[in-house]
């Protein structure tokens, strides 16, 4: 084999060479080209699947986190609502209940008072002192003061002023009226019975030494 044929042998292998490696790259860079765009677009799926499926379960644990709040809420209102409807149920079942104890104490007292008032018409004043009295705390307890005054007066100037030292002793005058006087220090907000209270020891203190009258007897 001369020179010139081995050339041409060697250039032809080169050749050939040249060419498969020319095929293998364009085959390379296509299958490259295909599977490179199907790989990005299959991670960009699996990115955006991961995405969604993450914002679903934000987006679900945020609607269960919101039920839940509005849930709690929604209860603790309806608590705050029988709450509140039972303190102002209690405050009125309190209120009618002391309505209807100044309306008792009220009625007890007008009884007493116009008791007391006919046993003076009878002509029986310590036996009046009792129910005057009596009526007098259960006057203030009902917020009836005009009452209460009156029967405080009907005692000083009426009831004790005709009371002789045996019927003090008889109808338990000093009794009755150290409860009373009991009642209206206890009641004396401002000095309002500071008066009414002194009298009344006062009219007491002359009735437990007041002589007996002496009975008439009659004469030819």
Same mark, same amino acid.
């Given at each position: ?13 080169? %050749? ?19 599977l490179?765009?199907?790989v ?10 991961? $995405? ?10 945020e609607i269960?986190?919101?039920?839940? &709040? ?7 209102s309806?608590? %705050? $609502?029988?709450?509140? @409807?039972?303190?102002?149920f209690? +405050?009125?079942? *309190? ?14 007292? &007008? ?10 018409? !009878? ?6 002192? $009792? ?12 917020? %009836? *003061? ?10 000083? %100037?009426?009831?004790?002023? !005709?009371? /002789?030292?045996?019927?003090?002793? +008889? ?6 009226c *150290? ?6 220090r ?9 008066n ?8 007491? /203190?002359?009735?437990?030494? !007041? ?8 004469? @030819?």
């Amino acid at each position: 084999m001369d020179s010139l044929q081995l050339l041409n042998t060697v250039n032809g292998f080169y %050749d050939q060479a040249f060419n498969k490696l020319l095929i293998v790259t364009f085959g390379v860079i296509a299958f490259i080209g295909v599977l490179v765009p199907l790989v990005v677009g299959w991670v960009q799926i699996r990115s955006l699947r991961t $995405e969604k499926d993450s914002i679903s379960r934000d987006l679900k644990s945020e609607i269960e986190t919101e039920k839940r &709040r509005i849930r709690e809420a929604i209860e603790q209102s309806v608590r %705050d $609502e029988m709450k509140n @409807a039972r303190s102002e149920f209690a +405050r009125r079942i *309190e209120e009618l209940s002391g309505d209807l104890k100044k309306s008792a104490a009220a009625a007890e007292a &007008r009884a007493l008072h116009i008791q007391g008032i006919s046993s003076l018409e !009878r002509g029986n004043a310590p036996s009046s002192v $009792e129910d005057f009295a009596a009526a007098v705390p259960l006057y203030i307890a009902a917020n %009836d *003061e005009l009452n209460a005054q009156r029967c405080i007066e009907s005692l000083i %100037d009426f009831c004790l002023p !005709r009371t /002789d030292k045996e019927e003090f002793k +008889r109808y338990k005058v000093k009794g009755y009226c *150290e409860i009373l006087l009991k009642s209206l220090r206890e009641s004396d907000e401002n000095g309002r019975y500071f008066n009414s209270i002194e009298k009344i020891e006062k009219a007491l /203190d002359l009735a437990s030494n !007041r002589a007996v009258p002496r009975k008439s007897t009659g004469g @030819a």
